[in-house]
């Protein structure tokens, strides 16, 4: 009679797939490392990882894609003195596309200017900017010389 009281279950049926494995397939640690019985089998926790690995595999990459599709739709990237020879040759190319000249539309482009290399301050920056400009289209380019807010100092 004792010794059916002391019977031990050997086999537990997984809850995933169904199938009645040895106990030991259940057994597991918990994160704090005590041995633990789980309701799926090793194998079926084995399946749920490797697809758990795969999908943030594949958003990984889809990732890595989207980037490299913005990267090839970036903007230009220039040094300063490129911008002049830039804007002369985007303003040429745009103006060839139209046979009478005094109906162009607007002109539009944007670029980005690497002025990291620059050793000057940001008002002598945007004058060296604004005077490549100017040389590439011909215009004088008018900006704030000054500010005029609230904290400005009064003279």
């Known amino acids: 009679m004792e010794a059916s009281l ?40 084995d399946k749920t990882v ?6 943030k595999k594949r958003a990984f990459e889809t990732e890595e894609n989207e980037e ?3 990267d090839s739709n970036s903007l230009d990237v220039l040094e300063p003195t490129e911008l002049s020879d830039y804007i002369i040759k985007l303003s040429d190319l745009y103006s060839m596309q139209f046979e009478n000249k005094e109906n162009l539309s607007k002109f539009y482009f944007e670029c980005s200017v690497n002025v990291s290399m620059l050793d ?15 040389d590439a289209d011909g215009f004088t380019w008018i900006y704030h010389q000054c500010y005029s807010g609230k904290r400005a100092l009064k003279v």
């Open 6 to 45: 002391n019977l031990a279950i050997t086999t537990v049926e997984c809850t995933r797939c169904g199938v009645i494995k040895p106990l030991c397939d259940f057994m597991d640690y918990n994160k704090n490392n005590h041995v633990v019985k789980r309701s799926t089998c090793k194998n079926c926790r």
């Open 50 to 55: 490797q697809q758990y690995k795969m999908a």
């Open 68 to 70: 490299d599709y913005e």
């Open 120 to 134: 000057s301050t940001t008002k002598k920056i945007a004058d060296y900017l604004a005077e490549s400009i100017e």
